[in-house]
Nanobody, 123 residues
Framework: QVQLVESGGGLVQAGGSLRLSCVAS????????MAWLRQAPGKEREFVAA????????LYPDSVKGRFTISRDNAKNTVYLQMNSLKPEDTAVYYC????????????????WGQGTQVTVSS
């Protein structure tokens, strides 16, 4: 079992930055693909970023590419999401996901999930 706890969310003005953290416990995540997804009210969960086990390969959708950066520190069992140039449409609950699969096979539907952290971007 892997327990994931997200933190770092909050209220920020458009154009601002936030850094989310996801701390894992119960098992090392060094061999897991780690990802961030988000869900806005009334919308489906949306993929935001993923990183492979070694941290040298990442994936982003066009909506956040160039603004968000995912990184990991396996020694600390922690994954981060640096979010810059935030927009009101980035407002959502952000979830951390750990999936024991290759990055190329990641689908965002399995593995372990955190409870989420709220990010609100005001215009």
């Amino acid at each position: 079992q892997v327990q994931l706890v997200e933190s770092g969310g909050g209220l920020v003005q458009a154009g601002g930055s936030l850094r989310l953290s996801c701390v894992a416990s119960g098992r090392t995540i060094s061999r897991y693909t780690m990802a961030w997804l988000r869900q806005a009210p009334g919308k489906e969960r949306e993929f935001v970023a993923a990183i492979n086990w070694s941290g040298d390969n990442t994936l982003y959708p066009d909506s956040v590419k160039g603004r968000f950066t995912i990184s990991r520190d396996n020694a600390k069992n922690t994954v981060y999401l640096q979010m810059n140039s935030l927009k009101p449409e980035d407002t959502a609950v952000y979830y951390c996901n750990a999936d024991y699969t290759r990055l190329e096979m990641y689908r965002g539907s399995g593995g372990y999930w955190g409870q989420g952290t709220q990010v609100t971007v005001s215009s």
